[in-house]
C-alpha cells in the first residue's frame, strides 16, 4: 500500500512536471527515443568514442546556445554568434602568439567577444533597431575582420601549456571544461530565474511597455542579453582554439544556425518570453544526435542539412500551435 | 415624404459576450431625411449600424427595404441592396487616386473585369465631383492622401453615391473636421437629401445634430429610448436627460469619507503637451480625494495622465508630488516618488500575458527595490495577501496571467500598483470591459483605499461610474479642461453638457464653476 502511494505520489509530480513544461518533455522525450533508436540501428552509436565525438560537437553549441537563448527570450536574435566566435578564437590565438601569454590572449579574447555583444545591444536597444539586421551586419564584419587580422590564413603552433585548458580530465573522456560548461549551464539557469536580470529577460520578450511602465530601464536591460551573447561566444572560441592548438578563420561560420535551431527546438518563443536553459541543452544534444547519427548511417551532408532544416520548421510550427491552444 | 419607410429595420438584437450591445432596437428611416443615431460611448450605435450594413450580424432582427423582407450578411450586399456606410477610419487605399478609389468595387467600369476603365472613371469622377460644385477644389487624378480630411470623407460619400446608394451611414463624420469644412459636408448632404438620399448619422457634436437632423433615435446600454422621433421635438437638455438619464443604485458602495485632513498631494501646473493638443492644464488632488477626469472620447483624459505618469513626455507645464517636482518621462522616477498608473490597454501595457500571475504580480515591486536577487519568499507572500484581499480568483498564481477573466485579470493589474504602495493612484478605465461583481469589488477597493488617505485619480467615460465613485470631477475637452466640480453639485446633463459643449447647457449651472468657458 505504502509503496503505491508512493508511486502515485511520484506519478503525480511527473504530471505535475509535464504539465508545466510541456515542450521541454516532448523535446526530452523525442532525444530520448532518438538515443534509443540510433542505438539500435548502429553498434557504432553508442561506443565511448563515438559518444565523446558527439559531446565534442555539442559542446562548442551548448556555450553559443546560453547567450542565443537569452537574446531570443527578450525577442531578439543574434545571428553574429557564430562568426563573433571565429573572431575571438582569432583574436585570442594572435595575441598568445604575439604576447607570449596565454592569460593575455584570454583576457583578449573574452573582452573583444563582451564588447562585440555590447554594440549588438546598444544599437538594438539605444538605437532602437531590428536585431536581425543590426546582427546580421556584425556577423559580416566579424567574419571578415577574422580574415583580415590572419591575412586569411591559419595560425598554428599555439603553446602546448595552453591546450591543457582543454585536456585535462577528471576521467579519461570527460575533460574539465565539459563540467565548467556544466557548471556554466547551471549559473544561467539560476541566473535566469533568481535575479532581476533575468525576470526583465523575460518580461522584455513578454511585453515591453509594460515593463517600461514598471520603472525598468529597457533600453539598458536589452544591452545585457547581447552582452552575455558576445562573452559566450568569446568563451567558445578560447575553448575551440585551446583544443586543436591553431586556429582557423572559419571557425564558427554557420554556427549560428545551430544555436539558434537548438533554442528553437528547446521550445523557446522567437516571439520571446518563453522558453528555458534545460530546453536549449536537450535542443543542443537532439541536434547533436541527430547529425551524428545521420553521419554513422551514412546519409549524404546534403541530406543531412535538409533534414536539420525540415526540424527546425517543424520545432517552430510545433511551438506555434502549442502556444496558440493555450490561447 | 414618401409614407414608406425606405429601411426598416426591425427588433434588432447583437451580443458581444457578457454585454447585450443592441437590445431589441427598431430603425424606420423615410427618403430625404437625416436620422440622428445617439448615446452614450458604448450605448450601441455603431454596432446598430454595423448590423445593418453587413459588417457585423444581428443575432436577431429583420429589414426590409422598401416594403421588401431582405438579408444583409455582407458589406457587399449591402452595397447592392443600396446602403453604405462611411466611418470614422476610411476604408480607402491613400496613395491610389481619387478616381481609383471611387469605383474601387464597380465590376462595369472595368474592361473584361480586370483593367479599369480610367477615361471612364476619371470622366464619372468628374460629373460627381461637379454635382457638389466640387470639380474645380478638387482633381479626380490625385491620389488620396493628398486631400485634406474633409475632402476625403466627401470622397467617402461620393463613393456611396457611385453606388447608387439610397441610404448612407455616418459613423462620426465630424469627428476630424473644422467647422468650415463641416460646412462642407453639410452642403453635400443637403443637396443628397434633396435627391431623395437618407441619411443616418452618429455624432458626439450637439449643435451640428440640431442643425442637420430631421428624426432621432437614442440609445442607452442598447436599448432604445426614443425611436425615431422629430428632432424639433428635443432641445439640448431633453436629449441629454435622454441619453443619460437613468437610475443610480448603491452600487458603488458606502461613501466613506475619509479623514479630514486634506493635503495636496499632486499638483499640475500649465501642463501643454502632444504637440499642442493638450492645452495649458492646471489643476490638483488631494489626500483622501477620488477624483474623476471625464469628458468624450479623445478628450485628452488619457494623454493627460500618461504625461503625469512619465508614460509619454511633454512639451511644457510642471508636476509636483507633494510639492516636489517630477521629471518628466520617466516612470521610475513617478513611481519612486509613489505614483501608481493602470493603463487603460490592460494587455498592450499593463500585463504579461504569457508570464505567471505571481510575476505579474509583484513585477513592479521588485523592480523598485534595491538588489539584484529576487526576493521569492516575499513575492510568494505578497502574491497570496493580494490575492486575498482583493478576492482576485486565482486557480494556481504559477499559471500564466492569459489564463484569468478579464475582471481578475484587471485586480491583478491593481495589485501591482497596490504593492508599490503608492500614495497617488491612477487608473485609466479601471472598470472597461469587466463584469459587475468585478465592478463593484473595485469600487469598494478604491473607496477604502481612499478613505485611509491614498489620492486616486481614475479616468472614466462612465458617467455614472464617475458620479457614483468620485468626490470631485474634472470635465475635459479638446485637450483643455473645461469644468471642475464636487461630484455633489454634479448630475450625468451638467457633466454631459460641458463635455460637448464645454459649458453648462441653458437655465443648468447648478452653481458650479466654469473654467476656461
Redesign the interface.
Known sequence: MKAKAVLAAAGGRIKGIIS?NPSECGVGLSTAALFVILCVVSPYFFTPRNMSNVVSQVAIIAILAIGETFVILTGGIDLSVGNTMGLCSMITAYTIMGSQSIAVGILCGILSGIAIGTVNGLLVGYARMPAFIVTMGMMSITRNADYLLCGGRSITGLPERFGTLTSASLVPGVPYYYIAILLLYMLMGWML????????T??LG??E?????????VKFQRVIPYAISGLMSSLAGIILVSRFLACDPNYGAGNEMDAIAAVVIGGASLVG??GTLIGTVIGVFLMGFIKNGLDIIGVSPYWQGVAVGTIIILAVVIERIT?RK?? | MAPTPILRARNMYKRYGTVQAVNNVSLDVYPGEVHALMGENGAGKSTMSKIITGIETPDAGTVELEGKRVVIDTPLTAIEHGISIVMQEFNAIPHLPVYENIFLGHKEMYKGGVVLDRRRAVRETRELLALFGMEEQIDPSSPLNTLSVAEQQIIEILKAVAYKSKIIFLDEPTASLTSKEVGMLFKVIRRLKAEGVAFVIISHRFNEIFEISDKITVLRDGLPVVEGEDMSSFDEQRLVRAMVGREITDFFGEQARGTAERRCMLKVERLCGRGGFLKDISFEAYSGEILGLSGLVGAGRSELVRCIFGADGYDSGRVLVEGRLLPKGSPRRAIRAGIGFATENRKEEGLFLNLAVLVNLVFAKTANRRGQLLPHRSEVRDTLDMIDRLGARVADFRLPARSLSGGNQQKVVLSKWLLTEPKILILDEPTRGIDILAKSEIYNLMRSLAARGMCIVIVSSELPEILGICDRVIVMKDGAIVGDMPVSGASEELIMSYASFGKAAQGRTNGCEGVGM
Request: hydrophobic share 20%; glycine share 14%.
Open positions: 508545466n530565474s533568481n535575479t532581476k536580470l533575468g525576470r526583465y523575460y518580461a513578454s511585453n511597455q509594460a515593463t517600461r511602465l514598471c520603472g525598468v530601464n518570453g518563453k502556444s493555450k490561447g
